[in-house]
């Protein structure tokens, strides 16, 4: 049994590394790949964990094969499902990360992020959307419907120029705001989460407007669903 616990465990290693071998930077289906290395392994471990249990006389290593399959279509679905939906939001939103107004990141774990940029979404010391921004969050709006197999986490952020307090409200206050359009344009409530982190988390030092702008943002954070296959 110790020598099927450490042939799992330089498997799980293996298809760990693979993560890092498997795809270049300019793969189009780099995520999907990674996902299915990564799922592999957590497959490969979780599957040795319930072998074991149920069967210490070989049951680790039937697992883990069990388990590295499983878990790698898993990966692979978020990760390809996580692809398109990063392609649609970066066609739709190319004019508006042209012009510096939106960030579109792919996080490791297949998040998605998308920063707006408060300048152009809100007016100074407001928490009402700028009319000029709502057709970016119609475009977020829609995607977001036709990807429902997500939650969205939307969090606001400031600058450190205020009460700590006050910054921590109006980041809260922003936040909701988002998320009221988008549940307004369709997006169900049940997947959306809000939270204001005020001035805790600034991106860049607040002694100078540039910096300060940049820390003044709404972060959306998109995860996929656990089971997508």
Sequence with gaps: MKRSMIWISMLALGLTGLTGCATTPDDPNRHTKTGTATGAALGALAGAVIGYQGDR????????LI???A???IGAGAGRYMDQQQ????????????????EIERLRNENLKITMNNEVSFDFNSARLKPAFLTTLDKVADILQRYSRT????????????????????????ARAVKRY???QGVEASRIRVRGMGESQPRASNETEAGRQLNRRVEMLIIPDKDIE
Excluded: C, P, W
């Excluded at 986490?153 to 980041?171: C, K, R, V």
């Design 57 to 64: 006389s070989g049951g680790a290593l039937k697992g883990a």
């Design 71 to 73: 878990g790698g279509l």
């Design 67 to 69: 388990g590295a399959a």
């Design 87 to 102: 392609a649609e939001f970066e066609r739709e939103l190319a004019s508006e990360r042209a012009a510096h107004q939106v």
């Design 182 to 184: 988008l549940m307004d």
């Design 151 to 174: 939650t969205i986490q939307i969090t606001g952020h400031t600058d450190s120029i205020g009460s700590e307090a006050y910054n921590q409200e109006l980041s809260e206050k922003r």
